[in-house]
Nanobody, 126 residues
């Protein structure tokens, strides 16, 4: 399974960006998909995750109310819409798939994810 994160770029503080996670040849629907990020000099941290049902989502406190995770099963993609971006959101963002869970109403630890994408860089700067 190969996950592909894309859509990163440079955005000004207060701006918005949507990043995508795709998995050619593998169906994402029915599995937990998580977004993580790693800022320079910091450990990777969980940002959000999405389960198979619309109400099965989790957000880290640092992004709650600003980021929204969503799925498009027809396009076999998971998105992370990021609004009101802050410089501290600058990081490489990774998507990951957990093949053992279908729900993520709570934080799912990194070690429980089976496959990871290569990451996409989001830079928030003026």
């Amino acid at each position: 399974v190969q996950l592909q994160a894309s859509g990163g770029g440079l955005v000004q503080p207060g701006g918005s960006l949507r990043i995508s996670c795709a998995a050619p040849g593998f169906t994402l629907a029915g599995y937990v998909i998580g977004w993580f990020r790693q800022a320079p000099g910091k450990e990777r941290e969980g940002v959000a995750c999405s389960g198979s049902s619309r109400d099965s989502t989790y957000y880290a406190d640092s992004v709650k109310g600003r980021f929204t995770i969503s799925r498009d099963n027809a396009k076999n993609a998971v998105y992370l819409q990021m609004n009101n971006l802050k410089p501290e959101d600058t990081a490489v963002y990774y998507c990951a798939a957990n093949l053992m869970r279908s729900s993520c109403s709570d934080y799912v630890p990194q070690y429980e994810y089976d496959y990871w994408g290569q990451g996409t860089l989001v830079t928030v700067s003026s």
